[in-house]
DNA sequence: CGCATATCGTCAAAGCCTTGACCAAATGAC
DNA sequence: GTCATTTGGTCAAGGCTTTGACGATATGCG
């Protein structure tokens, strides 16, 4: 879901509604596009809900949006040329780098769900990439770990991924980037507030 | 799949495996947390792969694990109780502020494929939130838009999602949030050089 | 030691995503 | 006007996500 890149070329969006029936109409009258719909969320919601907090709005809605844009690159771009998924990038990723784990740290330290763990190990497991074993410790564990050919292959495919990395972060200066990284991590650092939802 | 809260309170992860076989061995001493992760992660690249681009691979698995726990947490707390979920907020929302719009149009601004509005469609349509009609201006298209019980259930739901947004928000101060939206404003700015995969 | 409770991994059902394909309609060249 | 090409929406297959449930195992209290 990576949207058109350069905007604002996409072809107009259709005439706004008539008056009457509801939301207020758009008042834009340039086409909206992907990125002209950010800055038109904002003023619209603000128009809609008065009283919304619209630079939430903002940085929840850019975050996301760039996000996708980021994972849509290196998935199409890198991982599923190699029969794999972004999800099953990230489980290797972390058996690779933190060696063996039980099922259920691997989804702790990948930020997935144990079934979601469960059910994406099925499928690498087929393709030959990871092994399952019972856990010594626990009977009720199973151990994952990378196979050789998992091995290898995690190598070579964080190469490319890293280098797909690196095009996106030259956009920023280091400082920038920096920067960047501090930020989220703060606004990471939010989920420890009570009310926040978490696993 | 918001991971935990509280770094570092994780239970201990297994020893590390033993010399030989595989990547080098991880060196933490404390086991790994989802936060330790992104730190290990970093420094266990740089060794498994000389040249690797570190700060790339800070920014990139920051950026998209903040913004996996900020959806989980806004998907789990909002939409879901609601019957929703995420993707399907999203086209509401895009719909909300648009007006009524062709399927592609709605695909382009919302950063979703036309396959995946498509189906998403089928289950708006079957809750009642949507309405498909043939378009007047293109026989091949069909034309989206909330229907009344659509229109009340989008202005209710987002009033909630906002006041999530905003908790999320407080914990930057406004220049904080200024700095990180234009910074991610930037980095999505990449994808209109060449080498990076759109659609 | 017995038993209630918690934990671990998997299962099932339903929804969402991708890619490739298909059919109908639109477009543009000649 | 004809025809090749493009476009729009849907379909199908396969993979990934969620929630709730289940059976086996572990834990801790009395």
Chains 1, 2 share one sequence.
Do not use: C
Request: glycine residues 6%; neutral net charge; proline residues 9%.
């Amino acid at each position: 879901m990576t949207p058109p890149a350069d905007p604002p070329a996409a072809p107009p969006a259709e005439p706004p509604p008539e008056s009457g029936a509801g939301p207020t109409p758009p008042a834009a009258e340039e086409p909206l596009t992907f990125w002209s719909f950010v800055d038109a969320a904002v003023t619209r919601t603000a128009r809609q809900l008065p009283g919304t907090d619209t630079d939430a709005t903002r940085l929840v809605l850019t975050l996301y949006r760039v996000t996708n844009m980021v994972v849509y690159d290196l998935e199409s771009s890198v991982h599923r040329p190699r029969g794999w998924s972004w999800p099953g990038f990230r489980l290797l990723f972390v058996l690779w780098l933190a060696g063996p784990l039980e099922a259920g740290r691997a989804a702790e330290l990948s930020g997935m769900s144990r079934q979601a763990v469960s059910a994406l190990t099925n499928t690498l497991e087929r393709q030959g990439l990871v092994s399952r074993a019972p856990s010594a410790r626990d009977g009720r564990s199973v151990r994952l770990s990378l196979t050789d050919t998992g091995q290898r292959a995690i190598a070579d495919a964080f190469a490319a991924h890293n280098e797909r990395e690196r095009l996106w972060a030259a956009s920023l200066s280091a400082e920038e980037q920096a920067t960047l990284v501090r930020l989220l991590g703060k606004l990471g650092s939010a989920a420890q507030h009570s009310e926040i939802r978490r696993r």
